[in-house]
RNA sequence: GCUGGGGUUGCCGAGUGGUAAGGCGACAGCCUGCUAAGCUGUUGGGCUUUGCCCGCGUGGGUUCAAAUCCCACCCCCAGCGCCA
């Protein structure tokens, strides 16, 4: 609550202690619904795998490696420079780019009809004829084709859409056409080209990175594999570098990622644009993975691949120097870091099941229903709460007064109340709290049977009497206002979170419905309020 | 790319030619006294609402009638192959 600064300091001047203490006052905040763990500040999050790119690319910085951008859509051409005879098998791995071409339209006789039938009037043909032939020569876009066609009509934009589609089905049926443009396979495709404009003008030693989006069209993607993934690939020009550059930045690289240890093992599969015996697998050792569950629980995983650029290669590009090429896989290193095993998870958890919300956030979603309008019918809320607590176990029949006071100008008295013989003023459940365990919402007492979910979950700080005295002075407000002379609520069995004045969300109640979860809040409860006024 | 299994309503899940079973969840009513679901009913969407239309991955087709049969396609899962 905003409060006046110069008359708390006069208040504080006169009798310091005083002041101080109503100091608590100006923080009350009534409305439970603000209260934590419903009031919650929250944050955003980063995808694990921008987060090891992020990590990746200061990492390269820091080495004194420049960012570039290379290519993405390359020419299949440069697959066939890059790797000479094993370029048919490259680029059986490649998606080639296709589009949908522009089609000749004629405008006959038949069509012309067809279009005055649903125009209702003549048109020049003409002009139509025009739009079409613009279209074809690519001076109107596909994007305003319908726009065009409408106003040399005089018709409006959804008629020309119906004309397009009923008179002119040639659009309708376009297939797409290939044409020689490849997505890039790996980072190296672009390098070449990137090279071939740099590798002549900068000075010595060059050394570039990118970690960036490469295509592959995999047969299927798996738990290892997916059609995009993201490469993190560095280049060093020199005159003299070697494989000893490869190992020198693999280590300097991948130390920055908590790897320790390096081997260095010569691949037998050699890429045609590497030199002979220098394409080498880095394996690196990470403590986090031993004893993990993961095929590298000894430590020990494959991580990146160098080489140097063979001559005959780089000579399709006139670049003559040679040049170190090293390079890993952004989601493989982000599986490591973060403990996956899946890539797909890791990248489309939205896709694989992977969605989570927290015991927290399923807390955070649960509010109070109906609350008080004024300070008075907290009070009385309160009041309810401290008598039903006090007195739960006397023996019935009893009545209990909570509150006596002014509400809206009128004496109002409120009675926490059990008629029926033979019986307590609180059932046992009275009291239960609302918690949030392992994606279950449940309302127990705090008795060594639940303790587990009282230590393990999310309190929620919400008692079955709180929610419930909530609604019962909401209601008392209602009857005071309304005029009338008496009113009382009562809660037998709880038998849900509305039975006790709480809801939560749709949403997480479907969440948790799909996880398997539930929602377990009941319990004899047996209370009753009754208010009567002037 | 091959083989096999799948895609059904908020969720799970049955349904092999006759107009979407059952469960969960939700809503309503009933019942209530020591707590881990008692009973009954309702529960896809739209509309000009005593009725009509649309809904079972998508688009076609066969049929008096299609979730079901046929054709094409998309996607998911498992395995095999491929993986510079």
């Given at each position: ?21 109503s100091g608590k006052e100006l923080l009350k905040r009534e409305n439970p619904n603000l209260i934590y763990p419903r009031l919650g500040y929250v944050y955003g999050e980063e995808h694990p795998v921008f987060k090891t790119i ?427 206002f309304k005029g009338e002379k008496s009113s009382s609520v009562r809660v037998r069995n709880v038998e849900g979170l509305s039975s006790i004045n709480l809801q939560i969300q749709d949403n997480v109640r479907r969440y948790i ?22």
């Open positions: 609550m905003k409060f006046d600064a110069r008359k708390f300091k006069e208040l504080a001047e006169k009798d310091f202690e005083k002041a101080w203490l992020e990590m990746l690319r200061k990492a390269y910085v820091s080495m004194g490696f420049k960012e570039v951008v290379n290519p993405i859509i390359v020419e299949d051409v440069h697959v066939k420079k890059q790797f000479g005879k094993e370029a048919l098998a490259v680029l059986d791995r490649c998606f080639y780019l296709a589009s949908l071409p522009k089609p000749n339209v004629g405008i006959s006789a038949d069509r012309v009809a067809k279009i005055k039938e649903l125009i209702g009037k003549d048109f020049d043909e003409e002009s139509l004829r025009s739009v079409f032939h613009l279209y074809k020569k690519g001076k109107i876009d596909g994007d305003d084709l319908s726009y065009e066609i409408a106003r040399v009509l005089g018709v409006d934009d959804l008629v020309a859409i119906r004309i397009l589609d009923e008179v002119f089905p040639e659009f309708r049926d376009l297939k797409p056409e290939s044409s020689r443009l490849t997505l890039r396979s790996h980072m190296t495709t672009g390098w070449f080209i990137t090279l071939s404009e740099l590798a002549d003008k900068l000075p010595l030693p060059i050394k570039l990175f990118s970690v960036d989006r490469c295509f592959r069209k995999e047969q299927g993607e798996d738990a290892t594999r997916l059609y995009s993934y993201f490469s993190a690939s560095c280049v060093v020009v020199n005159e003299d570098v070697t494989v000893d550059d490869g190992k020198a930045v693999a280590e300097a690289l991948l130390k920055q990622f908590g790897f320790e240890k390096f081997k260095f093992r010569l691949d037998e599969k050699r890429s045609k644009y590497y030199v002979p015996s220098t394409q080498t697998e880095v394996y690196a050792f990470h403590p986090k993975l031993v004893g993990s569950k993961t095929k590298y629980s000894d430590g020990w995983v494959e991580i990146a691949t160098f080489g140097v650029y063979s001559p005959t290669a780089l000579a399709e590009y006139d670049i003559d120097y040679p040049v170190m090429n090293l390079g890993l896989g952004v989601e493989r290193l982000a599986m490591i870091l973060f403990g996956y095993e899946d890539i797909r998870k890791l990248v489309y958890p939205q896709f694989y099941g992977e969605v989570r919300v927290s015991d927290l956030e399923i807390a955070r979603a649960i509010k109070v229903k109906e609350v008080p309008t004024t300070e008075v019918g907290y009070e009385i809320a309160k009041k309810i709460v401290e008598v039903a607590v006090k007195n739960a176990d006397a023996k019935s029949p009893c009545s209990f007064l909570a509150f006596k006071g002014k509400l809206f100008g009128k004496e109002v008295e409120v009675f926490v109340e059990e008629t029926e013989e033979d019986s307590n003023l609180c059932g046992p459940a009275f009291a239960n709290e609302i918690v949030v365990y392992n994606g279950s919402v449940y309302g127990v007492p705090r008795t060594e049977e639940f303790k587990k979910i009282f230590e393990e979950g999310v309190e929620c700080g919400i008692r079955y009497i709180d929610a419930f005295a909530f609604l019962a002075a909401k209601k008392i407000e209602e009857m005071t419905v799909w996880k398997g979860g539930k929602i377990d809040v009941r319990g004899p409860m047996f209370v009753k309020v009754r208010a009567k006024s002037e």
